[in-house]
């Protein structure tokens, strides 16, 4: 099609489909490699193309187990540096350590960008990523960073919906921005609550501002851990006299009791992307629909392989 033998697509063990699905939607075969464990668990890599002067991207997610596909993507970005490849995208779809990105108490370390610095030294020339928990996130790197985000899919996804009479509800105060744009898309108010966080799995939706009585809410986030703040917020929407309820996110991180949470949810669906693939157990939770982000991460390689323009990519957002 528009692609040549100058770009290579790896992908790390993460999520394997969505890096297949990349490559479908580029018209490419995925690159050669060979990921093996010595017996002591220690990872190994070879590729079996060569890249040296070629411009390589590889996709991984950063999504559990965290540590290892870490661990996997700085080795095949290592890999890549010494077999001379002319330059070198690391693709991380979901950025894991994304929400531990200040100090906000004494003697903890800021891990979101520790792992910037680990990608950089590895060898990432560059990073495209989606939905950063916070979009501040790139000044971490000292290395371009495109930034996409799950928006352009899911509001394409709820567009077709037509939902009228509609409320787009931000579950607390860090998802503002997100919310204002969602209902800019469609044209619906705003509503927002008040969250209270007492630990990592433990939050309370404690008021709303905004009407939500008698109207179709959409409900976004950008992660959904362990479903607490969501969950937390439908509850609250559902008694305050919400009709029907959507719940939208780009990572299903789906950690702890998310799965129990969502499945008892007042919810008529929970819609996230593929940048983590969903497991078993989830695929059991009959109302979690999964959009595709293949083809927009797709997009991106391409335009960056060409030195195009990504971020005109989002004028259709
Ligand atoms: C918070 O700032 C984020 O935007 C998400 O709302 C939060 O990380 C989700 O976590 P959980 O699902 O564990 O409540």
Do not use: W
């Not at 790139?138 to 077709?160: C, K, M, N």
């Amino acid at each position: 099609m528009f692609l040549n033998d100058n770009l290579k697509i790896f992908s790390g063990s993460s999520n394997p489909a969505l890096s297949g699905a990349v490559c479908k939607y580029l018209r490419l075969p995925l690159g050669g490699a060979k990921i093996e464990r010595f017996p002591d668990g220690e990872k190994a890599l070879k590729l079996e193309d060569d890249v040296r002067g070629r411009d390589c991207f590889v996709v991984q997610s950063t999504c559990k187990p965290v540590d290892e596909n870490l661990m996997e993507l700085l080795i095949y970005l290592d890999c890549l540096r010494r077999a001379s490849a002319q330059r070198i995208t690391a693709v991380i779809p979901y950025f894991g350590y994304a929400r531990q990105d200040r100090k906000d108490e004494g003697r903890v370390p800021i891990t979101a960008k520790l792992v910037a610095n680990l990608i950089t030294a590895a060898g990432a020339n560059r990073v495209l990523t989606i939905d950063l928990h916070a979009a501040q996130l790139q000044g971490f790197f000292d290395i371009p960073v495109d930034h996409l985000t799950g928006e352009l899919v899911l509001s394409d996804y709820f567009r077709a919906k037509k939902l009228s009479n509609l409320t787009v509800v931000s579950p607390d105060v860090g998802n503002i921005k997100m919310a204002s744009r969602y209902a800019g898309h469609f044209g619906g108010d705003l509503a927002i609550i008040h969250k209270k966080r007492f630990s990592g799995s433990e939050v309370e939706a404690s008021e709303i501002i905004g009407k939500v009585k008698g109207k179709n809410v959409l409900m976004c986030d950008d992660i959904i851990a362990t479903a607490g703040t969501v969950c937390g917020a439908v509850s609250l929407v559902k008694q305050r006299g919400a009709a029907k309820i959507y719940i939208c996110a780009t990572h299903g991180v789906f950690a702890g009791q998310a799965l129990e949470r969502l499945a008892k949810a007042p919810a008529d669906e929970i819609v996230v992307t593929d940048t983590i693939p969903l497991t078993q157990e989830a695929k059991k939770v009959k109302n979690i629909k999964v959009l595709s982000v293949s083809a927009m991460l797709g997009e991106a390689i391409k335009r960056t392989h060409r030195n195009e323009s990504v971020s005109s990519l989002f004028n259709s957002v």
